[in-house]
């Protein structure tokens, strides 16, 4: 049985919701107003999480910090705003931020797997998110056609400093010694 939720929620009604409130929808919180998105495909899933074991051995292996999936990252408790990336990398020295299951504050780097229904969502009002609470690095990619676009937070906005399609191999500046193609994930 799917829960009703309202479309206003302070951040804590929101973070008391059962973690399947939704059977539809996946949910965020955005300056209080509940966004409900189509719950993920299994393409979508597959790749974020084989993406997300990626980052985490490498991480793991050379004690860089900490990967995961799907995870509740709460950039501002004030203003209420808590988003949930596909794939989310914290540093060991900030390991901290990571609280009760949840992070609490910008990550290193966050990563959006989107389809054609949440492109603009994730590129523009997620992105002018993460820039506001200065995420460092955005990945984004699209399944159809198969790419993605890596961004380093400035001043500015974010910088587009490297863009791979499916089949090339992707070496991302956050991870110098890290080789992706995402068509091998």
Same mark, same amino acid.
Not at 29 to 54: D, F, I, R
Not at 158 to 183: I, K
């Given at each position: 049985?799917? %829960?009703?939720?309202?479309?206003? +929620?302070?951040?804590?009604?929101?973070?008391? +919701? #059962?973690?399947?409130?939704?059977?539809?929808?996946?949910?965020?919180?955005? =300056?209080?107003?509940?966004?409900?998105?189509?719950?993920?495909?299994w393409e979508h899933n597959y790749l974020a999480s084989a993406l997300m074991t990626?980052? !985490?051995?490498?991480? &793991?292996?050379? *004690?860089?910090?900490?990967?995961? %999936?799907?995870? +509740?990252?709460?950039?501002?408790?004030?203003?209420?705003? !808590?988003?949930?990336?596909?794939?989310? =990398?914290?540093?060991?020295?900030?390991?901290?931020?990571? *609280? &009760?299951?949840?992070?609490?504050?910008?990550?290193?780097? @966050?990563?959006?797997?989107?389809?054609?229904?949440?492109? @603009?969502?994730?590129?523009? &009002?997620?992105?002018?998110? =993460?820039?506001?609470?200065?995420?460092? $690095?955005?990945?984004?990619?699209?399944?159809? #056609? +198969?790419?993605?676009?890596?961004?380093? $937070?400035?001043?500015?906005?974010? %910088?587009?400093?490297?863009?791979?399609?499916?089949?090339?191999?992707?070496?991302?500046? /956050?991870?110098?010694?890290?080789?992706?193609?995402? %068509?091998? /994930?």
């Amino acid at each position: 049985m799917a %829960t009703v939720v309202p479309k206003r +929620l302070s951040l804590a009604e929101f973070l008391a +919701l #059962p973690e399947q409130a939704s059977e539809t929808a996946h949910l965020e919180l955005l =300056y209080g107003e509940v966004v409900e998105m189509a719950k993920p495909t299994w393409e979508h899933n597959y790749l974020a999480s084989a993406l997300m074991t990626a980052i !985490a051995q490498h991480a &793991r292996k050379h *004690q860089l910090g900490r990967a995961s %999936t799907d995870c +509740l990252v709460v950039l501002d408790e004030a203003n209420e705003v !808590a988003l949930a990336p596909d794939v989310v =990398y914290v540093s060991a020295e900030r390991v901290g931020v990571i *609280q &009760r299951g949840r992070v609490y504050g910008a990550p290193d780097l @966050v990563v959006e797997v989107f389809s054609p229904s949440s492109e @603009v969502y994730d590129r523009v &009002r997620k992105m002018q998110v =993460y820039h506001r609470y200065q995420v460092p $690095w955005v990945w984004l990619i699209a399944l159809e #056609p +198969l790419h993605l676009e890596e961004y380093q $937070w400035s001043e500015q906005g974010y %910088t587009l400093v490297g863009a791979v399609a499916g089949d090339e191999p992707f070496h991302p500046r /956050l991870f110098p010694e890290l080789s992706l193609t995402l %068509t091998e /994930l």
